[in-house]
């Protein structure tokens, strides 16, 4: 196999190839190992590819049925991978362990490139690859291949192992002369081909294909080469993902800054290596928000790849921003399943409703407020849609901005109108639909339909920054907005808390908590006797299940309102909004939101109806579990409320008239001190969990020995009846989350 020798040959030799030769790289490639048993994580990114290479191998204690050897490589181009499910041949579950390991092949990766095979009709992409060496302990049957995307493998991982035949059966089976067996699969847009091949490392290894083209392996080591000839993406370097300021972070914390230049193209910013890999909207825009501190400002830089990801993305006919996109060989498929037809064009899923309000707030963050953005603002937004979507293509970036605040204008006009503060008149979630925002499982909301963060922090936070964006002339023939956002914001601001708002009197609230904690059969303290007046929070969601006009779950959604406004309304429902999350945060579960493991984002305790107890559990993805970028929402919040006590005589702390505000919170000695100890014990919290921040969401378990919650993956944990299996849950999710605690930084000067 011919990308497979060339590197085994000196430099001046690959030189000489001419057109075979890989464009040479200006810097060494960037590698990142991640072990997780049982998955082993590598990441790879060169100048001409970027690659994740997850090896899966059971550990003495893993459940055999959930976790079998497997090896997975994923590429951000095209949502684009391989799986490979191996077996024992002695058929003996869990005598067979595999591993990536280091060779004169790489260490353990390295790049392949090739040019030779690359023409299929007027195409001539490259391909593009990575090889290694993977060793097997006894003999081994490949049993389940699956080659061409992401999403397809993610069907059969986390689905109802779902195999396709028309993407199955394409797969092309053949031995390779040099001992070695091919796997190849032409996709459907008949032009990218995905190949993977083994070769056997030396004289002792053999690959054979049997008449129903399964491979069999003798014990050893093997080469393995994954390729195909897709478009790649270009990715930015730890050194260009940050500001020149913050350059430091590449040696002070290299995992982390590697991890987030994975996850960082010139085109957009990823979430969730490798499950997911591809854009969202609302995952990258939330990061933009809380890095943009760090992040890299000006042409070519973070910040502005984020904004135009979303841009691109944007529904031109009502203004939605994209919440995931379909790329790729899935897009393909998708195109001929839905309309029957043949087309290779991306699509985008639109069903959330908080991604359309980030957008404005970014926007305002970037292009208004930050100096480098200001001077960047006339020729992005004079930038040409189309590089995502045909669909969107002769319209500006101005225009697709513009198209995005109408909607938002639109959405905000009717409970604006005077005495028109009505439930109904609240955002809902769209038709047909039960997820919307950030607790996007089907039980995130309680079923909820008209969800809090939305209505209570987003939609007023979006409409300030329309205003300031109409103000700075960003809206061609909408001047009027910059005074209408500002009105309709102050409503949003004011109006909308007390739909959402539970007080439950202090008995009730004991003996709620009492049985709650009987209930799910906790065996730690109830906390009762830290309940020391009645107990106000903020219903996740209006219309729930089983007719509840509120969906009774204390949360950590306050953190939206906090990190995004500073509300200038009414004094007397800033302050008691401000101890009610102190409150909550100071008092431990399951009285409040606090464990040892990190701040819960729900508690269902006070809802009255059994129904919030038995689907908001410690295995459920939004349910008593903790995620990290809340933590950093709520620690960056409170000191932003916090900060408005300390100044007096600069530009922070005056109101949007240029008031000089001290808010009359910052005077009642005893909220005061709730919100500082709040915070501080929120930190205290994120210091002594540091070892779980890089995850998405951990969940815990008590330990009575110890009278302590201890921090346990989410996976383990059994998921609330009606969910099904999330085995998916088991999978490595990197994120960059712990980059926003090392961003948001306590604050010394609100330390006690
Ligand atoms: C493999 O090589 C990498 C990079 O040189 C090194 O960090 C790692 O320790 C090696 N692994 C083993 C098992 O030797
Ligand atoms: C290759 O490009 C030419 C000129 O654009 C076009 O006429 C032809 O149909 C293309 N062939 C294929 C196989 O796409
Ligand atoms: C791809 O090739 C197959 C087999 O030649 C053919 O049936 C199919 O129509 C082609 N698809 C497209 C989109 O050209
Ligand atoms: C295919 O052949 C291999 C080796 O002969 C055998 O172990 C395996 O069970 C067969 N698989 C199927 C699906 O028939
Ligand atoms: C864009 O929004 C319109 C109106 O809501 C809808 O009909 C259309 O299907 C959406 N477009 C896409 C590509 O989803
Ligand atoms: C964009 O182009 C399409 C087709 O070329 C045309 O129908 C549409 O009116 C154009 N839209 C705008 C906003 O110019
Ligand atoms: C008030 O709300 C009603 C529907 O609830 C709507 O028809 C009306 O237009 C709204 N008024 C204003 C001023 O937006
Ligand atoms: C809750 O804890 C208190 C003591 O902290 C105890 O007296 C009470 O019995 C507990 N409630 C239940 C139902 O166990
Ligand atoms: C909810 O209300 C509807 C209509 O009022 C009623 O038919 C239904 O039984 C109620 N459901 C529950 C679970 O109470
Ligand atoms: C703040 O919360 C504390 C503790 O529950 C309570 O005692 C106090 O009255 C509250 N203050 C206000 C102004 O709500
Ligand atoms: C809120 O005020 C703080 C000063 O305490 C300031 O740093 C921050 O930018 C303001 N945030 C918003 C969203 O206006
Ligand atoms: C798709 C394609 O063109 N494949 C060719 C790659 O090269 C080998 C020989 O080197 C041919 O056999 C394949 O047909």
């Known amino acids: 196999m011919f990308t497979m020798w060339w590197h085994l040959l000196p430099l001046s030799a690959l030189t000489a190839l001419g057109a075979a030769t890989a464009p040479s790289c200006s810097s060494a490639p960037t590698t990142l190992h991640l072990p997780d048993a049982p ?41 684009s991978g391989v799986c490979t499910y191996f077996a024992p041949q002695n058929g003996v579950n869990g005598s067979l362990s595999i591993e990536v390991v280091n060779s004169t092949i790489g260490n353990p990766l390295s790049a392949t490139y090739d040019e030779r095979n690359s023409t299929s009709g007027n195409d001539t992409t490259p391909f593009y690859g990575v090889t290694g060496t993977i060793r097997f302990s006894s003999s081994a049957i490949l049993t389940v291949p699956i080659l061409g995307s992401i999403r397809t493998i993610r069907d059969f991982v986390e689905g109802p192992s779902l195999l ?38 030396s004289s ?148 959330m409703i908080d991604s359309d309000y980030y957008l404005p707030i970014l926007m305002n963050k970037y292009f208004v407020e930050d100096p480098i953005g200001r001077t960047r603002a006339a020729s992005f937004l004079n930038t040409s849609a189309g590089a995502f979507t045909t669909l969107n293509s002769n319209l ?28 109904e008149n609240l955002v809902h979630l769209k038709d047909g639909q039960i997820v919307g925002e950030w607790r996007d499982s089907t039980y995130g909301i309680g079923g909820g339909r008209i969800p809090y963060d939305v209505n209570t922090a987003l939609m007023p936070a979006a409409l300030r920054a329309i205003a300031s964006l109409a103000r700075n002339n960003f809206f061609m023939n909408q001047e009027h907005w910059a005074k ?105 579960f399951p009285a409040g939101l606090l464990t040892d493991a990190g701040m819960v984002v729900a508690n269902p305790a006070y809802g009255q109806n059994p129904v919030y107890a038995s689907n908001f559990t410690s295995g459920a993805y939004h349910g008593t579990v903790i995620w990290s970028w809340p933590l950093a929402m709520m620690a960056k919040g409170l000191e932003q409320q916090l900060g408005r006590c300390e100044v007096v005589n600069s530009s922070v702390g005056h109101d949007h008239h240029g008031h ?42 008590y330990d009575n020995n110890n009278e302590t919650f201890v921090p346990t993956p989410l996976g383990v944990m059994p998921p609330p009846p009606g969910t099904g299996s999330q085995t998916g849950m088991l999978i490595f999710v990197f994120l960059t989350y712990s980059l926003f605690i090392l961003v948001t930084n306590r604050s010394r000067a609100v330390r006690i």
């Open 164 to 201: 396709r035949p028309q993407i199955q059966d394409a797969i092309n089976v053949s031995s390779l002369s040099n001992g070695g067996a091919s796997l190849k699969r032409i996709w459907l847009d008949n032009v990218t081909s995905t190949h993977l091949t083994f070769t056997p490392a």
């Open 660 to 701: 000089t505000k001290i808010p009359d919170f910052c005077k009642d000695g005893t909220v005061y001190g709730n919100v500082k100890a709040a915070y501080n014990i929120l930190w205290d919290s994120i210091e002594a969990n540091q070892a779980q921040l890089s995850q998405e969401v951990w969940s815990w378990v």
């Open 484 to 588: 209408l956002a500002d009105r309709y914001a102050q409503v949003w601001e004011d109006e909308t808390l007390q739909f959402f708002r539970v007080t439950v009197p202090e008995s009730e609230a004991k003996q709620l908590v009492s049985s709650y904690a009987q209930t799910i059969g906790f065996s730690g303290p109830n906390q009762t006797d830290t309940i020391d007046g009645d107990v106000m929070y903020h219903a996740l969601a209006l219309d729930g299940n089983s007719n509840q006009t509120q969906v009774q779950v204390m949360n950590t959604d306050d953190c939206f309102r906090h990190f995004l406004l500073n509300t200038t309304g009414s004094q007397d429902q800033l302050t008691a909004f401000v101890n009610q999350t102190a409150n909550n945060i100071r008092r431990t």
């Open 39 to 79: 998955y082993d994580n590598f990441f790879y990114s060169g100048c001409n590819t970027a690659v994740q290479v997850v090896v899966t191998t059971p550990q003495p204690d893993s459940n055999l049925s959930l976790i079998s050897p497997r090896l997975v490589i994923a590429w951000p181009a095209g949502n």
């Open 396 to 423: 500006t970036y101005r225009q697709m901005v513009a198209i995005n605040a109408e909607r938002i204008m639109n959405l905000a006009a009717r409970f604006a109108g005077h005495k028109n503060q009505t439930k």
């Open 204 to 351: 002792k290894g053999s690959v054979t294909v049997s008449k129903n083209n399964t491979l069999t392996f003798g014990t050893g080591d093997y080469i393995f080469t994954a390729e195909f000839n897709y478009p790649q993406l270009k990715q930015l370097s730890p050194a260009q993902v940050l500001t020149n300021s913050s350059t430091d972070l590449m040696q002070r914390d290299s995992e982390r800054t590697s991890a987030l230049s994975f996850l960082s193209y010139s085109t957009k910013l990823l979430a969730g290596a490798w499950r997911f890999l591809t854009y969202f909207g609302r995952d990258s825009m939330i990061s933009a928000l809380l890095l943009e501190p760090i992040l890299s400002k000006g042409e070519n830089g973070a910040m502005e790849a984020v904004i135009a990801a979303v841009l691109e993305r944007i529904n031109r006919t009502d203004g939605s921003v994209c919440h995931e996109e379909t790329i790729g060989d899935y897009a393909t498929w998708l195109n001929e399943q839905q309309y029957g037809l043949y087309s290779t064009e991306a699509q985008c899923d639109y069903k």
